[in-house]
């Protein structure tokens, strides 16, 4: 008997970070995984070698998801791989932090063709090709709803990736197919921790009740809720991850 074949997830952004932690955990739940990454090749060969030896099927396939010929191209190939596609995370992403009065326009140019750019350019192939029955799950940030200073242009483009979360999710009616986003706090993760001093991290920790950083897998465990069985009647909803903070 033939075993049944293992549903396939692109999660953008997984040679590290969270995008690696649910690369790993939606692997060990049963998906075939394409990890998607920008730069660092190396990385990600890595998260695909831990999946391989617990058993898991994954491949890397480079991509800047902020170029629609990228982006329809990694769909052809985890296509070709894998022979279609049930779950998009939109994981992959940039933060820079500013003021308004100190954005330049590169700063705000290159989070808006990454973060919103990039994410509807993936949201716009999966939406023509995810097969039915499928999930996407988009990262948001939890500074959507807290609103700090100098997180304008990154939350900006994070309240909008929410918003095409909710539409998308109409816009899909009669596929099965749901849309949802989950908005992490703070997670010990590159984007999070560069450039913050020991002392800012330490009392953005204790911003929720928890009074911790949330971590990779944390957020993972979300997303996996989310792609897994038991999340399929939530759609179209941001789910704050975030130990409490907001
Ligand atoms: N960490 C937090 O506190 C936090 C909180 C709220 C929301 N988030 C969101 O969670 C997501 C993951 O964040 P993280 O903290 O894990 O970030 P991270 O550690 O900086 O990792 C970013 C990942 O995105 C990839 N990437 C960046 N630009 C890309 C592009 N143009 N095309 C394809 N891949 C690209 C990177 O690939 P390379 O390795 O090849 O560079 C890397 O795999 C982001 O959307 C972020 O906004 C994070």
């Known amino acids: 008997m033939n075993e049944p074949s293992r549903p396939v997830a692109i999660v953008t952004g997984s040679s590290r970070g969270i995008g690696a932690a ?13 990890i998607n990454y920008a730069g660092r090749r190396q990385d990600a060969d890595a998260i695909v070698e831990r999946i391989a030896a617990s058993g898991g099927d994954a491949v890397a396939l480079q991509a800047d998801i902020a170029d629609p010929d990228a982006v329809q191209r ?3 190939a ?36 990454i973060n919103l ?12 090709r995810l097969r039915d029955g499928g999930r996407i799950v988009n990262l948001s940030t939890s500074v959507v709803g ?6 304008g242009v990154y939350a900006a483009t994070k309240a909008a990736v929410e918003t095409l979360t909710a ?7 009669g596929r099965s197919i749901t849309v949802n986003a989950i908005a992490p706090g703070p997670t010990a993760t590159d984007l999070f921790l560069d450039g913050k001093s020991p002392d800012l991290i330490e ?28 999340g399929g009647w939530i759609n179209g909803q941001v789910v704050r991850a975030n130990g409490g903070m907001v």
Do not use: W
């Open 22 to 34: 649910i690369a790993e955990r939606l692997a060990r739940d049963g998906h075939a995984v394409v």
């Open 74 to 76: 990694l769909f052809d």
């Open 78 to 113: 985890a296509e070709a791989r894998f022979g279609g596609v049930d779950v998009l995370v939109n994981n992959a992403g940039i933060m820079k932090l500013a003021t308004l009065a100190d954005s330049d326009d590169a700063l705000f140019d290159r989070q808006v063709a």
């Open 117 to 128: 750019k990039g994410t509807f350019n993936t949201l716009r192939q999966a939406s023509r």
């Open 146 to 151: 807290l609103k700090l200073e100098s997180y």
């Open 167 to 173: 539409i998308l999710s109409k816009e899909l009616r």
């Open 203 to 230: 009392r953005m920790a204790k911003m929720n009740p928890l009074e911790r950083l949330g971590t990779p897998a944390d957020i993972a465990a979300a997303v996996s809720f989310l792609a897994g069985p038991d």
